[in-house]
């Protein structure tokens, strides 16, 4: 199979890495120049994940009409945030058969828009074409070659399934699914999670704390998930409890390290200023609080961090507040 994968940040090398490892032809789109001419000179990214060799049968190019024209399996792992712009520029290439397998995790901050809804915008694909592949998967972890597993959801279970078969072996283990709206907002939603996780243990706060968030969050994103046509069992699997667990507790996880950081004074700007790849959660926050509010969906933990995010309350404040609110039975908010 000839595969292009699009963004050369951490996570497209690893499913770079993954796809050759499998045999596959891959192509993979940088946009920095410097960046493909790395990975062809010395199978390794200057940039994003330096330590990781990657897969020598691995091709670079930051040319797009090379790297759309490579193939009929794009791979996408493009920052959400940046997405259309690229998607603009690819919309003449796109040709009638090729499939686009979103990697990527965010809700677009403008549009509060998910991956599929931008992509059907933007390229014009059919819903049936889009598929989403989402999971408790570190980037470096696979590319180590750690046994991993994902969800690879598509509203057309065939193409889900041939695709599963394709991406699939003792490595990474592929579960196809159905429920693309779910796959897609669990793996967005959970970086907010991830940043509050942060924050817990920037503040020097314990165990029950964290525990506590995470059930919470999971409920919240849950609730916001089922209003917005997900199914509820998709978040009690990879793609929900599966990341969430993984990017609130992993060191390896961008999202918690902003958190840890904001719990210890920092301010965001230095975070991010400090910061070569892009937490998604930072932006995808305030945008799931807005995207709450427009579904009558109340989701505390969210709309908090949406607050502490943009300068408007401090975490130990924002704390005390979810600690205060009215009491209430556990299956309401």
């Excluded at 994902?150 to 196809?176: I, N, P, T």
Aim: hydrophobic letters at 45%.
């Amino acid at each position: 199979m000839r595969i292009t994968v699009f963004g050369a940040g951490s996570w497209g090398c690893a499913l770079a890495h993954q796809m050759a490892r499998r045999g596959h032809d891959v192509l993979l789109w940088a946009l920095e120049p410097e960046v493909a001419a790395g990975i062809n000179a010395d199978h390794r990214n200057p940039i994003f994940l330096t330590d990781a060799e990657l897969h020598p049968a691995i091709r670079s190019t930051s040319d797009l009409e090379e790297a759309a024209l490579h193939a009929n399996v794009w791979i996408w792992v493009v920052p959400v945030q940046f997405s259309r712009r690229v998607m603009d520029r690819l919309a003449p290439l796109l040709r009638p058969e090729v499939v686009v397998v979103s990697a990527s995790k965010g809700i677009e901050t403008e549009s509060l828009k998910r991956m599929d809804e931008l992509a059907a915008e933007a390229l014009d694909i059919p819903a049936d074409r889009f598929c989403c592949l989402s999971g408790p998967t570190f980037a470096i972890e696979v590319v180590h070659g750690d046994p991993s597993a994902a969800v690879l959801a598509c509203r057309d279970m065939d193409l889900a399934r041939r695709l599963q078969e394709q991406f699939s072996d003792y490595h990474l283990r592929c579960y196809a699914g159905g429920d693309l709206i779910g796959v897609e907002l669990a793996g967005a939603l959970k970086n907010t999670v991830a940043i509050a996780a942060g924050i817990i243990d920037g503040l020097g706060l314990g165990a029950n704390t964290q525990a506590a968030l995470m059930t919470r969050g999971l409920h919240e994103n849950t609730r916001l998930g089922v209003a917005l046509g997900a199914e509820p069992d998709t978040f009690r699997g990879l793609a929900g409890m599966g990341d969430l667990v993984l990017t609130c507790t992993g060191g390896l996880s961008r999202n918690r390290r902003v958190g840890q950081r904001l719990g210890r004074g920092e301010t965001l700007d230095a975070i991010l200023g400090s910061m070569r790849e892009v937490a998604e959660g930072v932006r995808t926050t305030p945008a799931a609080a807005k995207l709450a509010t427009q579904m009558g969906v109340e989701m505390p933990i969210t709309q908090s961090m949406a607050r502490i995010l943009t300068g408007q309350i401090d975490p130990k404040d924002a704390l005390k507040e979810l600690m205060t609110r009215q009491l209430k039975v556990e299956t309401q908010l």
